[in-house]
């Protein structure tokens, strides 16, 4: 195995390092998690590195924004409490541990509280590293929407981590739709909402790989909302496994799931139903649609839709 234990980015913070460190010594202690070894073994002879990437976006005033690498040090103590603690949780299993030790580029966003953005947070960056990660941290009563097209170049097996960290009474809508140009892929979309907030996820996949799709969110009180439009379109041999999971408890609280998904056959995509992952008796409906490989998947999106742009031109 190679050494994890060396800082990642020319400038990273004491706190990253030891982390980092610590995600090393203890990851053969924690579960394995499903399929681990398609990512572990592939990076075992790798040492871990910083990597290229363009087009990650750098903002201050109405919200902040910059790349990862930056935001450790000019943001480091919100980020030393929040990076891996509380929606992707680097404790949860062997393959999020690796992941912590490895994380080589990713996007900082920070809203802060009662702010409302009329023009959408659009990032659309090149990256070529196996372990980008975005967090992404909207504080109370903000009204806020986020896109992300990322296109991630590396040929090996990616972990591409998401977290979203919503404050009390804050509405968030946000929009994913990846590109991975590799033979395999994790993307983890976790997310983290307190009480009263709302969160719409928009999520697509069009990638020609193997692909697991993580979606979680906490939803931590009363009348917390989460509802996800979700469309996978798996082309050629490719196969897609999408896993739906929310947590949470509160009067009010609730989660709704709606999935398209294509796939030349059955077997190409496997769909878990949405469930909760602690048993708590949480509201959650959701509806499925598998569509025949001849239609347009776009056409079977609503006409609002964000998605429905971003298939009709994948």
């Not at 394995?32 to 398609?38: S, V």
């Not at 073994?41 to 990862?68: F, N, V």
């Not at 975005?134 to 977290?163: K, P």
């Not at 041999?237 to 999971?245: D, F, I, L, Q, S």
């Amino acid at each position: 195995m190679a050494d994890l234990n060396s800082a990642i980015w020319q400038q990273e913070p004491g706190w990253l390092q030891k982390k980092r460190q610590l995600a090393t010594m203890l990851r053969a202690r924690f579960p394995q998690q499903d399929n681990q070894t398609d990512w572990l073994g592939a990076w075992q002879d790798e040492q871990a590195k910083s990597r290229h990437s363009t087009g990650l976006i750098t903002h201050s005033g109405d919200y902040i924004a910059q790349p990862l690498s930056q935001a450790v040090n000019e943001y480091s103590e919100m980020l030393q409490e929040n990076l891996m603690e509380k929606a992707i949780f680097w404790q949860d299993g062997q393959l999020n541990a690796a992941h912590l030790a490895r994380i080589d580029s990713g996007q900082f966003i920070y809203v802060p509280n009662e702010t409302t953005l009329t023009v959408p947070i659009a990032f659309a960056p090149t990256l070529d590293g196996e372990n980008p990660h975005n967090v992404i941290i909207v504080g109370a009563g903000s009204r806020v929407t986020i896109q992300e097209t990322t296109q991630i170049t590396n040929t090996g097996a990616v972990y591409a981590g998401t977290e979203l960290l919503v404050g009390n009474g804050a509405t968030v809508t946000y929009r994913q739709f990846n590109h991975f140009a590799g033979k395999r892929a994790l993307q983890a979309v976790h997310i983290y909402q307190a009480q009263g907030s709302q969160v719409h996820l928009e999520y697509g996949q069009a990638s020609a790989t193997d692909l697991t799709t993580s979606l979680y969110s906490f939803l931590d009180g009363r009348q917390t909302q989460w509802t996800a439009d979700v469309a996978l379109r798996v082309p050629g041999e490719a196969h897609y496994e999408c896993r739906p999971v929310l947590d949470g408890y509160g009067q009010g609280t609730a989660g709704h799931l709606h999935l398209w998904g294509q796939s030349t056959t059955p077997a190409d995509l496997q769909l878990d139903h949405l469930k909760t992952g602690s048993g708590e008796p949480l509201a959650i409906t959701e509806q499925l649609k598998r569509l025949a490989p001849e239609n347009a998947i776009a056409d079977a999106l609503p006409a609002a839709s964000w998605l429905k742009n971003k298939f009709e031109y994948a």
